[in-house]
C-alpha cells in the first residue's frame, strides 16, 4: 500500500495510509501515515468500537489536509486492550518447539509453488 | 516475552519466520529516499475521497486483483484470509476496523469532507513491487480520476 500511495502522490492525489505497521511503511517512505499501534487486522479501531473508529478517521483526515510536507508519521492516541497487554509478542514469533513443524510448512509451500510453476509451462 | 511498549519490529519478525520456514534468501523491503507529496488541491471541506482497502471481495475467486465495490449499501464482510494480520491477537468480523466507511460517512454528513466516492478500492498485496508500481498503482490511480477523487484514505490491514 506505501508503494500505491507513492504512486497517486506523484500524480497529484493527496494520501493518508493508516496503519499499524510502522517500520513497514517508514522503510518505504511515505507523504501521511496515521500510525494506530494495534495487533495487524484493525487498523482503522478496535473491532465494534464506533466512537475510536470515527475519531481514528477524523484524525487522518486532519493530517490530510494538514501535513506539511512528506514523511509525516503521527501516532493515534489508542492502545490495545488492557486485558491482553502481551499482544506485542505474539505476531509471526517463531518458538524452538515449531522448528520441525515450520521447517516442514515451508518445504511443502516450495513443493507445491513449483508444482504451479511446472504446469503453468507445461499445461 | 517482556512487553517494552515498543512497535512490534515487523520486518525482523518477518525475516525470522521465513528463515524458519527454509527460505534462503530475505525478503527485501521497498526503500526510497525521496518521498512524493502532493497536497490537497482545495479545502478539505470540498474534497470528495475514496477508500481504498488491502482485503478481497467476499465471494472473491482466490485471484489476487485489482477490484472495487459499492459504498451504498457496504459490504457487511470482505475476505482477509489471504492476508497476514494478527489471528491469534483480534479477528476482522468487523468490517469498519479495517475499512471504515460508515465512519468516514459519518465524518462527510458532519461537513468535515465533502463525501466519498461511490467505489471503494481493494489492492492486492503483492509479493512483487513491480507488479504493485507498474500495475495495480496506475489503474488505481486512473479509477480514482473517474470517479472524481481529489484524495485517498488507504487503510492496509
Known amino acids: ?123 | 516475552m517482556v512487553d517494552t511498549g515498543e512497535p512490534v519490529p515487523y520486518m525482523e519478525r518477518t525475516r525470522q519466520y521465513y528463515r524458519a520456514l527454509g527460505y534462503a534468501k530475505d525478503y527485501v523491503w521497498a526503500h526510497h529516499d525521496e518521498v512524493p507529496f502532493a497536497k490537497l488541491s482545495k479545502p478539505l471541506s470540498d474534497c470528495r475521497l475514496a477508500l481504498v482497502t488491502t482485503a478481497g471481495p467476499a465471494d472473491h475467486g482466490g485471484k489476487r486483483q485489482l477490484w472495487s465495490g459499492a459504498i451504498d449499501p457496504p459490504p457487511a464482510r470482505l475476505h482477509t484470509a489471504n492476508l497476514a494480520w494478527d489471528r491469534e491477537s483480534t479477528h476482522t468480523d468487523d468490517r469498519e476496523s479495517f475499512l471504515p466507511i460508515e465512519a468516514a460517512s459519518t465524518l462527510a454528513r458532519e461537513g468535515v469532507f465533502a463525501g466519498l466516492t461511490p467505489r471503494f478500492h481493494g489492492v492486492p498485496t503483492d509479493y512483487s513491487q513491480r507488479s504493485t508500481t507498474e500495475d495495480v498503482a496506475p489503474k488505481l490511480l486512473q479509477r480514482l480520476r473517474d470517479d472524481g477523487a481529489d484524495g485517498a484514505i488507504l487503510c492496509p490491514l
Open chain 1, 1 to 123: 500500500m506505501s508503494l500505491v500511495a507513492r504512486h497517486l502522490e506523484a500524480n497529484g492525489i493527496a494520501t493518508v495510509i493508516i496503519g499499524s505497521a510502522l517500520d513497514v511503511v517508514e522503510q518505504c517512505g511515505v507523504p501521511r501515515f496515521l500510525f494506530t499501534d494495534f495487533p495487524l487486522g484493525n487498523p482503522c479501531g478496535h473491532p465494534w468500537d464506533r466512537e475510536m473508529q470515527e475519531k481514528i478517521v477524523r484524525q487522518a483526515l486532519g493530517l490530510l489536509a494538514g501535513a506539511a510536507g512528506p514523511r509525516t508519521t503521527v501516532k493515534a492516541p489508542f492502545t490495545w486492550k488492557e486485558s491482553d497487554p502481551q499482544w506485542r509478542g505474539r505476531y509471526g514469533r517463531v518458538n524452538a518447539a515449531e522448528r520441525e513443524r515450520l521447517l516442514a510448512l515451508g518445504e511443502e509451500r516450495r513443493r507445491q509453488k513449483a508444482k504451479a510453476k511446472a504446469a503453468a509451462r507445461d499445461p
